[in-house]
């Protein structure tokens, strides 16, 4: 019973056994990663070998080096930062007026507007999926990087949106009225008040963004088809075709894809949880 | 708050033009072509036929809608729960925890395409490393995505890798919001460890689960790149999902009208997803002060 022991020991007792148990799922959640950089450091031999090998003696370095040239890596990140920079700048400005209209104008309508904003994040993007290529078809931009990249500038995404009038939100309303005092017009409170004040909110605007775009696979599946404008994750998708069988490389490609984010992450954590955190409760 | 005219509308212009142009306008778009038959070349009006095929002609469609909610069958409920207990956990004083909410996070920051690979080698049934583990417990491990039986399964138990991420962050915040001087008042009445979790925690925490469970169920209900990156569909159309599916009418088949039948199927089928849990919200989520919103 609990009630034999002080609650103290009952509170060290808890404490050890969330630590155990934190322990063994952080093991279990790092082994893929440790289990990918090791395949990727062995040779196609060693790969196969049961049980396997987890640190290959000697280290196949030369794996990262096939796998950035055997297909062309270096072009696939430099189209996926392009797509990300020329998405997420339309993202950035879209986003943060609409964001502002909603979150400091009033104006009639508005909040019905909003709900309606917000619905459209319940709307599975199949629905839209097929008109819009047709659109792009019909513009004959198919195979360029229009139709991943300029509907950022149209709003810039629900999430967006509302993560950025949720921090809106916090900054002191006397602010904009002191700056029409002092002859601002609206959209100069935008740019010269409301934007510097949110700059740890743009800069988790701009890390999700460049996740996103990282991370997308359908955008570029339809719309993207000579290997010279691929994405690093359509590239690596056919990297699997055409060297599937050789898990040395796959993985050392695979992680090509996973290093950035990862690293990413460590530069950026507070931003990362911090905008989490703010578009999940409830405004 | 400000009040200038209708400069309201003009900063909300962006996302109006945008809803009309790549919303509204190709929702209504797609609700014509579901009545239609549409190759890229020719285009007939072939009234509900589209929908009749799909609801009682094609086997795969209800094979990949039986496939779709399975997956979130069981996905969804282990997810939410692993990322409420994973919450539970980091919100321990505990020594170490910013290592450990970096552990259960990183995962669920590996792009789809990568992840998706390196499940597929994980699964791989002579040297993959979850048979070598279950062989080291004694298990003859299943031949996962080669089997039609346990490639669905396969999958489900990948999606889990990811429930560190944002879902349990968003738990987190939720929880290190509730005010300890309600555990306090709870504890004085006698109310600890498991009674404080289900009269307390789990009512505070109703709101932030309500929202990870519809965005969980309409985000589930569109799994895509696993699906076509580890298996194309197979063994068998074990792992035919819904929208893998659907993308083959679409982009393969060129079945342009019957893609977006199956397209506003799924929208009907979240929509009343969506209603429904909105509806039973009242009943099970708990608003502090009273006030939903």
């Known amino acids: ?283 | 708050m400000r009040k200038y005219g209708n400069w309201g509308y003009v900063f909300i212009l962006p996302w109006l033009i945008g809803f009309l142009l790549f919303t509204a306008g190709p929702m209504l778009a797609s609700l014509y072509l579901s009545f239609c038959k549409y190759d890229l070349h020719t285009l007939t009006w072939v009234g509900a036929r589209n929908y009749e095929v799909l609801l009682r002609q094609d086997p795969l469609f209800w094979k990949s809608l039986t496939n779709t909610a399975l997956y979130v069958l069981f996905s969804v409920p282990l997810g939410l729960t692993g990322s409420l207990a994973i919450a539970l956990l980091l919100n321990q004083k505990v020594k170490g925890l910013a290592f450990f909410r970096t552990a259960f996070y990183l995962p669920s920051l590996v792009p789809a395409v990568a992840s998706a690979l390196v499940w597929q080698w994980i699964f791989h049934p002579d040297a993959g490393l979850l048979n070598y583990g279950l062989s080291m417990l004694g298990v003859k491990g299943p031949q996962w995505l080669q089997d039609p039986k346990t490639a669905l399964p396969s999958l489900i138990l990948m999606s889990l890798w990811g429930i560190g991420g944002s879902r349990m962050v968003i738990f987190l915040a939720g929880l290190q919001g509730i005010s300890d001087e309600l555990y306090e008042a709870a504890s004085l009445d006698g109310a600890k460890g498991w009674a404080a979790f289900r009269h307390i925690t789990l009512p505070m925490l109703s709101p932030t689960q309500f929202f990870n469970l519809v965005l969980g169920i309409i985000g589930s209900f569109q799994v895509f790149t696993s699906a076509y990156v580890m298996t194309n569909g197979g063994p068998n159309n074990a792992t035919l999902m819904y929208v893998l599916y659907l993308y083959n009418n679409a982009f393969r088949y060129f079945k342009l009208g019957k893609a977006s039948a199956m397209a506003w199927i799924l929208f009907v089928i979240l929509l009343i997803f969506t209603l429904v849990q909105f509806r039973s919200a009242s009943k099970w989520v708990y608003y502090e002060g009273g006030e939903k919103d």
């Open chain 1, 1 to 283: 019973m609990a009630a034999a022991r002080s609650p103290r020991t009952a509170l060290r007792l808890q404490q050890a056994a969330a630590f155990a148990v934190l322990c063994a799922g952080a093991a279990l959640f790092s082994v893929p990663f440790l289990w990918t950089v090791s395949t990727a450091l062995k040779t196609n031999q060693q790969v196969f070998a049961v049980p396997p090998e987890w640190i290959p003696r000697p280290a196949e370095w030369a794996n990262f080096q096939r796998a950035w040239t055997e297909l062309p890596f270096p072009t696939f990140v430099g189209n996926t930062i392009t797509i990300t920079f020329l998405a997420t700048i339309g993202q950035v400005v879209s986003a943060s007026l609409v964001a502002d209209g909603f979150a400091r104008v009033r104006f009639p309508g508005r909040d019905a507007l909003f709900y309606l904003r917000l619905s459209t994040m319940m709307l599975p993007a199949q629905v839209t999926m097929i008109p819009v290529f047709l659109i792009w078809r019909e513009l004959r931009l198919i195979d360029t990087f229009a139709p991943l990249t300029v509907p950022s500038y149209f709003g810039g995404g629900a999430f967006t949106i509302f993560l950025l009038r949720q921090f809106f939100l916090t900054i002191p309303r006397d602010l904009d009225e002191a700056a029409l005092l002092d002859g601002e017009s609206p959209l100069g409170i935008w740019w010269r008040v409301l934007l510097p004040l949110s700059r740890p909110a743009l800069v988790t605007v701009v890390l999700f963004s460049f996740l996103g775009h990282w991370d997308d696979f359908m955008g570029p599946l339809i719309y993207l088809n000579a290997m010279e404008r691929y994405t690093v994750s359509i590239g690596l998708r056919m990297f699997q075709d055409m060297f599937g069988t050789q898990l040395e490389l796959l993985m050392a490609a695979s992680l090509i894809h996973i290093v950035p984010t990862v690293v990413l992450f460590f530069i950026a954590q507070k931003q990362f949880i911090r905008g989490i955190a703010m578009t999940g409760l409830k405004g």
